[in-house]
């Protein structure tokens, strides 16, 4: 499928279709860019990915960041206060990729990226060894030349469905992505949550009757239980602010990156027991007819 | 006259994306698209039911109080020697500025979607008082954001907004303004997107804000056009109006659009330099204002004050109704045509212009207009002593008395 062949071309590609082998829910780590230094992020995503992460998404700050709750706000402040930019960021991507393969996406709002300019995010994300980037607050509809500088440079361009996308919409915003399609649980902002909304399950059979790329869940993800439950119903959870937090509450970089990786390694541990063999092995059938 | 439908001006602008030009479009996280979708087909709806308009034009009229008069003020057209001024008199309006015109308009929009829940920002608070006072008329659920500086510089009107029954909600974010009070409004409109409408206050935001606020404020620049002809058999020459997010002076100049002869002149905060920080002017560079570039805020492609960075500026302004990094996306593309020009006046030459309008005319004028005001005594001189122009009350300064009284 065309899919599946174009995501072969990234290392977000390959590790969703090593995980769909596998039979494994993937997990996507979003951690604050700049939180509360770029060096300290670094060790933090590196520890990540040791952990388990599958796709480290890094969060480029912003000073109004109008879809984000209040701990990735707070971490946002930190960031920015900390001198953290976009192009610090994409030095960042550089330097974790000398050290690791994990797949980075750069997770950012529109407006640093229209002032560093379309081709010059692009060009500089590939060089530095990013694999894609998602841009909040750009609908399909206007995101045309920023798709083409991102392809050009063969990178993804991820963006997301939300509960209230209609069937209709759901397809263009998938024909538009590439990489995974990323699936807001419920209406809102970033942030923790007891409970996933009731109708995540409908949400996600449309979204994938809509499309063959991998989905990824996010918003309120945070425990065991949240994971688990996406099993068969998602090919990865994300946890955002969860981790966040994680870093707000450590005294140290070194503190920070190690409670990271506890808390990947639990919420990786639930994703793993979350889809069976049998039901991995009949999605990878129903993909191939 | 009366306050009945006015047709509306034929306007080429938007285009079907929601573009003036480059500018303007719909900037928001997925999660909003729809209801955004569904927004403009309910208002594509009501502009052609007639039972919409004209409950539209029977609020505007029985309670908000339109027309508004055109005023001739003869002291102060004396005072500086020409030209003949006419005072657009919204202060006169059911809570006190142009700002109850969109709100009625919205507010019946909401019943028509069956939103039970509303939800506002608001920098001066005029926009919170008016959005509260629709609510409650109207049977509607109202909660407004406001920035906790803001909240202090306007206490008066937190007052107003509760007394009418609106939760007011702080917001201690960012910069503690406009900006930040409309961040926390879009976060609370994406959670309670299904039961909520957003009214937004200016001519900003995504597509069709910046249309449907228009329209519903070119009341003003329809009655003013009626008006001046009236009284002068004549179009006027210019038109002054200041601009924060650009809803009074885009409601008085979209009528005048067609009418090549009368030029526009929207008057931005200058507030206390001219260095990124200092004001809250981004169409003003030929004034020398600096830091601001195209970019996207909050919905909308537009000008905005900004680092190199791409981070958002603060601002500053000795008004609270102009203190916003961004103007409407239909002043951009004005401001690139030339159609309209802009510029800003200083906090000291507003102060100083809204104790000349209240000593020579009895108008105690919101800070915001005494922009407007300042920039028109400083042109006086070169307009021609004859012509005719109209300035836009924008609003009453009731509300800045506790700023005011320090200059006294």
Known sequence: MGGLERNARTRIGRRFDELRHAGDLGLVAYITAGDPSLDATSRIVLAAAEAGADVVELGVPFSDPLADGPVIQRASERALKSGATLSGVLDLVRTIRQQSQVPLVLFTYFNPVIQLGLDTFATRAQSAGADGALVTDLPPEDSADYRAALRSRGLDTIFLAAPTTGDERMRLIASVSSGFLYVISRTGVTGERDALAEELPALLRRARAATALPLAVGFGISMPGHVSVLGGLADAAVVGSALVAEVERACSADEAASNVAARIRVLKQAGLRGMSRREAAAAERGSET | ?408
Not at chain 2, 38 to 45: I, Q, V
Request: proline share 4%; with cysteine.
């Open chain 2, 1 to 408: 006259m009366t306050a009945a439908v006015h047709p509306q001006p034929a306007s080429e602008w938007p285009d079907v994306h929601g573009r003036f030009g480059p500018y303007g479009g719909r900037y928001v996280p997925e999660t909003l698209v729809e209801p955004i979708e569904e927004l403009e087909r309910a208002y594509s709806a009501a502009q052609a039911d007639d039972t919409f308009l004209s409950a539209f034009a029977h609020l505007l009229k029985t309670f908000a109080g339109r027309p508004t008069p055109l005023d001739f003020a003869a002291r102060l057209t004396e005072h500086l020697g020409g030209p003949r001024i006419y005072l657009k008199r919204e202060d006169l309006l059911h809570t006190g500025a142009h700002k109850i015109n969109n709100c009625i308009g919205q507010g019946l929009l909401a019943l028509r979607m069956k939103k039970p829940r509303v939800i506002a920002e608001t920098g001066a608070g005029q926009h919170g008082v008016a959005t509260a006072a629709v609510c409650a008329r109207l049977g509607l659920e109202c909660c407004v954001y406001m920035g906790t500086e803001d909240m202090e510089r306007q206490g008066l009107n937190v007052g107003r907004m509760k007394m009418l029954g609106a939760a007011v909600t702080p917001v201690d974010s960012g910069s503690r303004t406009l900006k930040d009070a409309i961040n926390e409004a879009m976060r609370d409109w994406v959670t309670n997107v299904r039961t909520t409408h957003y009214l937004l206050g200016s001519v900003l935001g995504a597509h069709p804000y910046p249309r449907m606020v228009r329209d519903f404020q070119s009341i003003i620049g329809c009655e003013a056009r009626e008006q001046i002809l009236e009284a002068e058999g004549r179009l006027p020459g210019t038109l002054f109006a200041c601009v924060g997010g650009g809803s009074n002076s885009i409601g008085l100049f979209h009528a005048f659009l067609s009418d090549s002869g009368v030029r526009m002149v929207g008057v931005e905060a200058g507030g206390r330099g001219t260095h990124l920080g200092e004001h809250a002017a981004r169409l003003a560079a030929a004034a020398g204002y600096t830091g601001a570039r195209p970019g996207v805020l909050q919905g909308t492609y537009t000008w905005v004050l900004q680092t190199d960075a791409g981070q958002i500026a603060t601002t500053h302004s000795v008004s609270a109704g102009l203190d916003y990094p961004a103007v409407g996306p239909e002043h951009a593309w004005l401001a690139d045509r030339g159609r309209a020009e802009y510029t800003a006046v200083s906090d000291e030459a507003a102060v100083d212009a809204a104790r000349t309008l209240s000593r020579t005319e009895g108008i105690l004028c919101a800070l915001e207009t005494a922009h407007a005001v300042a920039e028109l005594i400083r042109r006086a001189p070169t307009l021609s002593r004859d012509s005719a122009v109209i300035l836009n009350v924008s609003g009453r300064g009731d509300k800045d008395m506790a700023t005011l009284a320090r200059h006294l």
